[in-house]
């Protein structure tokens, strides 16, 4: 339809998923989270970037 | 020359006193047991000591202690309810107290190794997270990192409040070795601990040293007698009369047995029996014990 | 050695709880995301139906510096918050669940507990904010025209140094305030607290730590470092630094272990 140079949006796209991916592999590994752990599975896959990091600063218990 | 001398320890939040005016003193190589009930000021005592709070008013002083000199290099502490950096593991934890405590980096290394073989977890639990680790595993690698710096006074909250009989047998067995290399000064409720592995006690209620010293002199203190009574019947009906007879100090039911303590034993024995034989009570048990640690606490505490 | 200790400590619980990877990475997302978004606006239009009949919508030509300005509009909203979030358990979080009873009763410094932080929270941000406008930066270049290396430090540099404002703040709110929310929260209000009387008094707060951004701006314009730039960073760094301080004071005074 338009041109976008798809050479220049890719490493947006590789860092997103990048994001996603440490995400989910720390979601699989963590013992217990803050709220249950298939909802933030959800999240992280279908809320892109702030899934993530929602993920990391609340579904993420600390200590 | 003793090891702690504490005078005058004062506690205060607002204008309640947690912990007030104790004053105490003990030497190397023993083993002091902290005895209240809850909300005596127990911890509060201890965490003052460990220099995690602030003393309101009094002095906390080391033997050999400079001025100004910070007292927490001698002391190893475990609070009642401890919790670690759970994202670490278990060595991990063991070697960074090690070197927070001022050991070389091969000092707190080999220092960790030893305790965890004497701490008994496994070369494969060392290497795992605590987050992983079960309450027991993780009181003693509490009482792991409140020794690793070797430490002249161990201070520790409720030791074995939360374990299961076994476990409650591992750290009273421990204890009973580490008193060989320092002083250990512990807090519990439960007077069979206390009486287990403790030269020395001290009792606290409402904030206040109400009394202390070596188990056997308090024992032969507040040495009671108790007589134990049950008759065929019930037991209550007999209770106010007793009460009223001279050298009878206290009397309680429990179950059938009416036990009953007394100022001058011999008075009330005579006294009792006279009752008895010329009221004809149909006594089945007529008994007279020690009184145990217990009743002693008890004692202690009401008065 | 015992700084040491504690500075290895917090690098590797950052390790461990992902914090030196995600950080860097949303850093990057938010430094990048207006430049491009901005170059493909016309696109970005078309492909949502168009503008509508007859109207006219002139989308300026930008200066790279103006582009530039943009990512840090960016990291100055979401950037800062996410600073601030990753921050607000930093100490708060260790009282509350109590491990601080273990480490401070050990014979540890107040200063170098806190320091320790500071410093390795520091190179987190500074990391981030490196690679986030190296990117950035990148894109500019091949989008909108040349922005020198000599502007890309500076702008690198000294607003860095606003971010270091924020991290001391962060720090220093969590060791009056035992609830992370609260460090939080009391960390975003001041600085916009700081924002509306640095506007309510230009004509006198000249340093103030919030102008950076538009000293910045000039300097790229003017090509020259001005001497306010210089002395606002000075004092963003000297009130950092003083917050540092008092957090120590502060944690040395009260009984911040229980």
Known sequence: MVDINWALIAPILIIEFILLLVAIVDLVKVKETNGPKWLWAIIIVLVSILGPVLYFIIGRRSR | MALLTVENLTKKYGSKTVVDHISFDFGHHKCIALIGPNGAGKTTTLRTLAGLLKPTEGSIQFESQAKNQDLREWIGYLPQYPSFHSWMTGKEFLIYSGKLAKLSKVEANKRAAELLKEIGISEDAQNERISRYSGGMKQRLGIAQAIIHKPKLLILDEPVASLDPIGRREVLVLMEKLKQEMTILFSTHILNDAEEVSDELLLLNHGKLIESGSLIELRKKYQTTVIELQVEDEVQPYQEKIRALNGVSNTKVERDTLLITTTDMNQARENILSMATKENWKITTFSINKASLEDMFMRVVNN | ?258
């Open chain 3, 1 to 258: 050695m015992q700084w040491m200790t504690l500075f290895q400590k917090e690098l590797l619980e950052n390790w461990r709880n992902k914090k030196w990877i995600w950080v860097p990475l949303v850093i990057i997302l938010l430094s990048v995301m207006d430049p491009l978004t901005t170059y493909y606006l016309p696109q970005i239009i078309d492909s949502v139906g168009g503008m509508p009949e007859g109207a006219v919508f002139e989308i300026p030509e930008m200066e790279p510096a103006q582009v530039i300005m943009m990512s840090l509009s960016q990291l100055s909203s979401l950037g800062v918050l996410v600073v601030v979030l990753v921050l607000m358990g930093t100490i708060a979080g260790e009282r509350k669940s109590g491990v601080s009873e273990l480490v401070l009763v050990k014979p540890v410094s107040y200063m170098n507990y806190i320091s320790a932080k500071w410093v390795s929270y520091l190179l987190l941000v500074w990391v981030s904010l490196f690679l986030g406008l190296l990117v950035s930066w990148y894109y500019i270049n091949i989008l909108f025209g040349t922005l020198t290396i000599g502007e890309f430090l500076t702008v690198f540099f000294f607003y860095g140094m606003w971010l270091t404002l924020v991290v001391s703040l962060t720090i220093f709110y969590n060791t009056v305030f035992k609830s992370a929310g609260l460090v939080a929260f009391f960390t975003i209000l001041t600085i916009m607290v700081m924002s509306i009387i640095t506007q309510i008094f230009q004509h006198v707060l000249d340093w103030s730590p919030n102008n950076l951004s538009s000293y910045i701006l000039e300097s790229l314009s003017s090509g020259e470092i001005s001497s306010e730039l210089f002395a606002t960073a000075g004092v963003t760094l000297i009130l950092s630094i003083l917050l540092i301080f008092l957090s120590g004071l502060i944690f040395k005074r009260k009984e911040m272990a229980v």
